[in-house]
């Protein structure tokens, strides 16, 4: 068995950016949002030559994340675990694996929003 999020992991937040100063008279709202993502990379001291290669074949799962270039969320991840019933998490691929998360941090403003925030 291996241990789970006790909690719902938090994927993304939204903070409000808003600029408080003089140059925003009007109030704008602006709301950023927060990504955490991981990608699956090489673990750094893999020589190349051993990158899936004819002596150093990557296992399924790993060509497949690999092949798909794209971020997951640490709840994708807890997912995967789920379903392949070890911490993708902690070991990857599985025991031994060649392979590791690197987190992303991903901001992205939210499309311009109208409120006007009232002075106070
Ligand atoms: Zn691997």
Redesign the pocket.
């Known amino acids: 068995m291996f241990n789970i999020f006790k909690k719902k992991p938090i994927d993304s937040i939204q903070v409000d950016s808003s600029d408080m100063s003089q140059n925003n008279p009007d109030r704008k709202v602006e709301i950023t949002e927060i990504s955490i993502r991981y990608s ?1 990379e ?1 673990k750094e001291d893999v020589p190349m030559d051993e990158r899936d290669t004819e002596n150093f074949e ?2 399924p ?2 060509k497949m ?2 092949s798909l270039g794209r971020v997951y969320s640490r709840s994708d991840i807890e997912t995967m675990s789920a379903r392949l019933g070890y911490s993708v998490w902690d070991r ?3 025991l031994d ?3 590791r998360w690197v987190r992303v941090v991903i901001t992205k403003k939210l499309k311009e929003p109208t409120i006007l925030v009232s002075p106070r």
């Open positions: 699956y090489w990557s296992r799962f790993c994340l690999n990857c691929g599985g694996c060649r392979h």
